[in-house]
Structures are given as C-alpha cells and as structure tokens.
C-alpha cells in the first residue's frame, strides 16, 4: 500500500548524522515522510507543531535536556497516539520497559528489520 | 660415674678432655642466668654482663624480672613463670632486657628449672641469645609481605580500571563505527565506479569485523567486571532472518571464501536472537580465518524435537590435540599462523554464549574436516 503509506509521517531522532541519514533513507524508501531530528529538545518543538506524525523513532543516548527513553515518556504523556520506536547500540531494553506499547529495536538495523518493526507499530 | 642428670665432672677431667668448663660458661656465645627458684640471680656470666653492660657481681640478688620492662615484666610472671613451673621449662621466648645503659635489647630466651633429686633447692637456668638480627630480620619479612600485599591490591584495582577503561572505550567506539557503517550502505546507493564498489564492499566487511570485535571485547570486560553475559530471551519473534543476516555480513568479509548455509528451523525459538547471532558471527569468522580457503565454510542451523543446533564446519588441517583445551580460553590463539588474528576472544564469548542459553559448544575436528557444534536444549530443564 505503498499510496496510503507515503501520507504516513514518521520522527527520527538521533544525534549521529550519518546513521540519521540511513534511517531516513530506508524509511523514505519505504514510502514514508521523515522528519528528523537531531536531540529529544528538538524533537519536542517539531512535535508540537506537527500533530500529524504518527511515530517516533528515537536513538537512546543523545545529548540535550532528555535521552531517547524520557522523550518517549514525555511524548506518549503529551501526545498519546503516537507509535513509539526506540533503538540503541549499546542498550538493550526490554520492550515492556518502554511507555505506551513501545518497542525497541537494537543497532544495527537492517533495512528489513526497521521498516517491518515500523510496519507492525503502525497496524497495531 | 655418676647417675644424677648434672654432676659437674672434676675439672683435672675437663682439662684433660681439652675442655674447660669453667670458661666454657663464662665466655659461651650466649649469656647464662642461673636463679634459684624465686627468680633471684644467683649467678650469670660474662657474655651477659657484657651484653648488659652491669658487672656480673651487681647482677646477683636481683630479680630476673627486674631486667625487664614493663610489658616484658607483666608477661613473664603472668605466663613465662607458670608455664616454667608446669613444663619444667619455656623455651623460644622473645623478651627485652633493660641494659645499664637503659636500651632494651631484644633476646630469645629458653629457661629451665632444675630438679635436683637429692632435696636440693631448685633452680632456674635461663639461656638468652641476642636477637637484634632476628628481629630485623622478621621485620623485613612483614614488611616484605605487607608491600606484596598493597601491590596486589594495587594490581586489582588496576586490572579493575583497565577493564572498565575498555568498556568505555569500546562502548565509545560503537557509535563512530556504526556511524561508517550507514555510510557506506547510504554511499552504496550511489552510482560508484567497479572499483568504488569494490571498496566499498571492503569497508562494509571491515565495519562488521570492528563492530564483532566490540561486541566481544565488551563481553569480555563485562565478564571480568562480574556483569556475565545476561540474556534477553524472546520467543516471539524468528530467530532464522537473523541468522541470515550474519551469514550476509560474513561472506562480505570472506573474500572470495564461499559460505554454505542450511536453514532447517522450527520457530519459535526461546533464545537472545541478537546473542545467538553474535556466536554464529563468532563461529564463521573463526572458520574463515583458520579453515582452509579453497574449501567452503558450511553452516547448518536445525532444531530437532529437543534442541537448536547450529553446526559450522570448515576444512582444512585439524586443530593440534594440544590446542583443544586453550581453545575456549581468552585470548587464545592458533599460533600457527605467525600473524595475529585478533584478540583471540570470539570462540571464548561463543562459548559464554552457549552457557549463557543452558546450551554446550564443542568441537571436533579431523584430517577431513572441524566442525563446532552449539547445542541447545528448546525446553528448560523441568525443574523451572
């Protein structure tokens, strides 16, 4: 459905460019729109002036006021809709760990892995 | 001759067996005190008095206690006496005597009484070596032990630091290396000369080299720092893409070696899929470093009723019988090479991986062919 996907938007957060640019290019091939990020304090100003993004997809360890964990806490308070991804290196967390259904994913993802685990948030 | 346990021969017989007694006494490398059963001096000789630094003659009618200080004093009525008195003698006591000139000097005393059987008064015998030596000497040896002590100490709390310097380090390593890692899939994408490409494809395989050897050098301080492999089981999801996906990474390093793979899994699998990848990542690169490289790499991945198996063979020369035992050691390395093939971790942390899932990795290996095998049981042991 890849009509019907390309409306879908999606919030990557992550603080090294060049990761942040291959996230963003599987996503985008995906048939996603990606708005990015590059720390949790940005993430917040874009989301409040976008209540049209439907996921967040966020690294743990950034810097700013907040890591990837308390973005996602603060978001699924403000913004209860939202589909919650976290990933990270060297942190593992178990899926139940994380707010609002959330799910992790570990680095590094394939291309395969990341759009499946987005797909599933998406539909559930 | 007489039967009593101490008559003094005559001393015309001293002299004419070549020894006199009465100087033997006197000039003896060790002081005598003879006292009478109270304690009081009754005679003692010139190497003490010269020790001492009182003329013999002032030393008679005092108390042998009264040579010692206080804390010497205390001791010798409290527990030299009585145990004289029970034993008959006390030997291998370290005292201080107080000489004229107010040092104490430090001795080794044994002392006995005397029990004269024909009713005479009983005596005491002391015999006193200087022990400054002796005493340094055992000194030095406390010292000695205290200071290997404090080193060990200090090598514990170093190995501790080292450890936790290359956790950090390693856990700081991760983020650039990954950060290479999507460049090179982002730079793949672009329109690239063969030779680009080619590249390419080299630094993707160096990418996952580096990031397998964080991986286990992680593990590896984790381990030393008491943290263990911990596992995050899931049974949810399939264990086989995984697996796929590190035969990909694998045969990006191989260099031309080929790798033969079978898939025979009946999901689910209740295992840590990312750990379980990095004991295959572990295994192939281990195949492909010492296997012979004209012969392919073979893995099977299959459950049966009971356990996950996954079997990595290779071929090549077998692996010396004396190696066997080192193999799952850290740091170990087939020394065959001359060259350096990495730390020497990867079968190790394979191996704590196996553990880790209640499961074994062994090993054998032939003329015809090595094969490590991981085996591990699908259902937990009844008793959980």
């Known amino acids: 459905m890849p009509l019907e996907e390309s409306k879908i938007i999606l919030l990557l957060v992550e603080d090294e460019a060049l990761i942040r640019m291959h996230g963003i290019d599987i996503l985008e091939s995906a048939g996603f729109i990606v708005f990015e990020a590059c720390n949790a304090d940005e993430a917040v100003i874009i989301l409040d002036k976008h209540n049209e993004i439907r996921l967040i997809f966020s690294d743990v360890d950034m810097p700013g006021s907040m890591n990837g964990l308390e973005l996602l806490e603060l978001a699924h308070l403000r913004w209860p809709k939202i589909r919650l991804l976290l990933t990270s290196g060297h942190r593992r967390l178990k899926d139940d760990s994380l707010p609002g259904q959330g799910k992790f994913l570990p680095k590094p993802w394939s291309e395969e892995a990341l759009v499946n685990k987005v797909r599933s948030l998406l539909v559930a | ?384």
Not at chain 2, 74 to 97: D, S
Not at chain 2, 312 to 329: C, K, S, Y
């Open chain 2, 1 to 384: 001759m007489s039967d009593g346990p101490y008559c003094p021969p005559s001393s015309a017989g001293d002299v004419d067996a070549g020894i006199d007694f009465e100087n033997l006494f006197e000039t003896a490398p060790c002081g005598y005190v003879l006292a009478d059963k109270d304690g009081r001096i009754t005679r003692a000789n010139q190497t003490f008095a010269q020790w001492t630094g009182y003329p013999a003659a002032l030393l008679i009618g005092r108390r042998f206690s009264d040579l010692l200080p206080v804390v010497g004093k205390i001791f010798y009525e409290t527990h030299f006496v009585p145990m004289l008195h029970i034993q008959g003698r006390f030997t291998e006591v370290a005292l201080e005597i107080v000489s004229a000139g107010n040092q104490k000097i430090p001795v080794i005393v044994n002392a006995s009484m005397t029990n004269e059987p024909d009713g005479v008064i009983p005596s005491i015998r002391f015999t006193l070596f200087v022990s400054a030596e002796r005493r340094s000497y055992e000194r030095g040896l406390l010292a000695a032990r205290n200071e290997a002590q404090a080193t060990i100490l200090a090598e514990r709390v170093d190995s501790e630091l080292r450890e936790q310097f290359i956790a950090v380090l390693g856990h700081d390593l991760r983020n650039p290396i990954a950060s290479i890692g999507s460049g090179v899939h982002l730079l793949g994408k672009e329109a690239l000369t063969d030779r680009g490409r080619k590249i390419l494809e080299l630094m993707g395989g160096s990418v996952v080299r580096a990031a397998g050897l964080i991986d286990n050098v992680l593990d590896f301080a984790r381990g030393r720092l008491g943290g263990g492999i911990t596992l995050m089981r899931d049974a949810r999801e399939s264990l086989e893409p995984v697996l796929r996906q590190v035969v990909a990474e694998l045969r990006s390093i191989a260099a031309g070696q080929r790798v033969e793979a079978i898939y025979a899994i009946a999901e689910p699998v209740n295992c840590d899929r990312v750990r379980i990848g990095q004991l295959l990542s572990n295994l192939l690169g281990n195949a492909l470093t010492h296997g012979a490289k004209d012969q392919p790499v073979r893995l099977e991945a299959s459950t049966d009723a009971d356990a996950l198996i996954i079997a990595v063979t290779n071929g090549g020369a077998p692996i010396p019988t004396e190696a066997f035992e080192h193999l799952f050691q850290p740091f170990y390395r087939g020394g065959d090479k001359g060259a350096s093939h990495g730390l020497g971790l990867g079968l190790h942390i394979a191996a704590e991986i196996a553990r880790a899932h209640g499961g074994s990795l062994t090993v054998q290996s032939d003329e015809a062919q090595t094969c490590f095998t991981f085996t591990m049981p699908l259902r937990q042991s009844a008793s959980d």
